[in-house]
């Protein structure tokens, strides 16, 4: 007897192959249980960035092949500029940028820390910071990294004055 339920695996694989005829990355697949509901979360990303045509044309692909799996809300989006790594695809794409980490546990008395991504190394993630320390964290002792977003003032202003109205 066939199973009721498709679990997340399975949902995964369908989107994968579906992503790969798109032309576009499945980053990652979820199901979590929020106050509203149960929502089946897939992110996706192209190289010169997901438009809005992209995430509907996957989402109208990707809804009937999925229906046995158990949710309320399903959604479509691209995983943002700041989303955590989680593959080695992810740490080869951030080298050279600034990444913050976080840890389980304290390391020397911390538990964030700020650097430049050296890279995914032997099963260590490797920071260097600007004090040109080279640090070494095993990536099961590590809760997230992810790119730092920094802005500054020119970040913030807007780009053009805003007119007042006329008495």
């Known amino acids: ?38 929502f089946l979360r897939f992110y996706i990303e192209k190289p ?3 438009a809005l045509n992209d995430l509907e044309a996957f989402h109208r692909r990707i809804l009937p092949l999925v ?33 913050e980490l976080k840890t389980y546990r304290p390391v020397n008395g911390c538990k ?3 650097g430049e991504l050296v890279g995914l190394q ?7 910071t600007d004090g040109s320390e080279t ?11 992810r790119p730092l977003i920094e802005f500054d003032e020119e970040d913030l202003q807007d780009d053009a004055p805003v007119q007042q109205p006329s008495k």
């Open 1 to 38: 007897m066939p199973s009721k339920s498709m679990p997340v695996r399975e949902a995964r694989e369908i989107a994968q192959k579906i992503a790969a005829e798109m032309d576009v990355e499945l980053v990652d697949v979820e199901l979590v249980k929020e106050p509203t509901g149960h």
């Open 48 to 50: 010169d960035g997901i």
């Open 67 to 99: 229906e046995r799996v158990e949710y309320d809300y399903m959604e479509v989006s691209s995983p943002g500029a700041d989303r955590p790594l989680k593959t080695e695809r992810d740490f080869e794409r951030c080298q050279g940028m600034v990444v």
């Open 112 to 114: 964030q820390f700020t």
């Open 122 to 128: 032997d099963g260590e993630v490797v920071i260097t």
């Open 135 to 145: 640090l070494r964290f095993p990536q099961k002792g590590v809760a997230i990294v």
